[in-house]
């Protein structure tokens, strides 16, 4: 189930048929015909890491608000799946934090630190911390750790441990370009059975 706001121009009528045909239900999409759709473009650079570059200035997904959201819908899903994309600019923020206080299913967490977004790597930091909290289940790559913790070593077990907190089922750790992951639930961080 998505539930997101997009322009109401051919991008965002055309991310909503490819969810549509891949049996995505897109029933909370909203089209904002005051603002275009949110870009990405990502190439590869010659060290085969990817690169990022964004249009929205702004977006129809950084205007989305508080009362444009249908908590009801959001309540219907299994999982809310969120990212830090969405905290660097009100009014969305502040839609995105009460959708993930008011979901009432489990919280997955990706903070997809994309920092030419944010206005500064402190503001990045503290906006991906601000929610870490509420997520059941977050999915962070080796580079975000070591961002996240201002350069501490993202293998060693001690930096992994200060990552978790009493809510939290599973982290799930991404190595970069090798495509593969950690998962590290959290009975093997802090030795709890649930």
């Not at 015909?33 to 997904?61: C, H």
């Not at 944010?118 to 930091?125: K, L, N, V």
Request: hydrophobic share 40%; with cysteine; proline share 5%.
């Amino acid at each position: 189930m998505q539930h997101e706001q997009v322009g109401e121009d051919e991008f965002g009528y055309m991310l909503a048929n490819i969810l549509k045909e891949n049996n995505v239900n897109n029933e909370g999409m909203r089209f904002d015909p005051g603002a275009r759709t949110a870009l990405a473009f990502v190439t590869l650079r010659s060290d085969g890491e990817r690169e990022f570059m964004f249009y929205r200035n702004p977006s129809a997904d950084m205007l989305l608000q508080e009362d444009e959201l249908d908590l009801d819908l959001i309540r219907k899903a299994k999982i809310f799946h969120y990212g830090s994309i969405s905290l660097i600019t009100e009014p969305c923020k502040s839609a995105h934090i009460a959708a993930a206080k008011d979901a009432g299913v489990v919280l997955s967490y990706d903070p997809n630190l994309r920092l030419p977004l944010w206005p500064s790597a402190d503001s990045a930091r503290e906006g991906i911390l601000s929610i870490w909290e509420t997520a059941d289940i977050i999915k962070i790559s080796e580079d975000e750790i070591s961002f996240l913790t201002k350069g501490e070593d993202p293998y060693d077990d001690a930096v992994v441990h200060k990552l978790f907190h009493p809510n939290l089922k599973l982290l799930l750790v991404t190595k970069g370009a090798e495509g593969v992951a950690d998962i590290i639930p959290r009975s093997s961080v802090v030795g709890s059975r649930d």
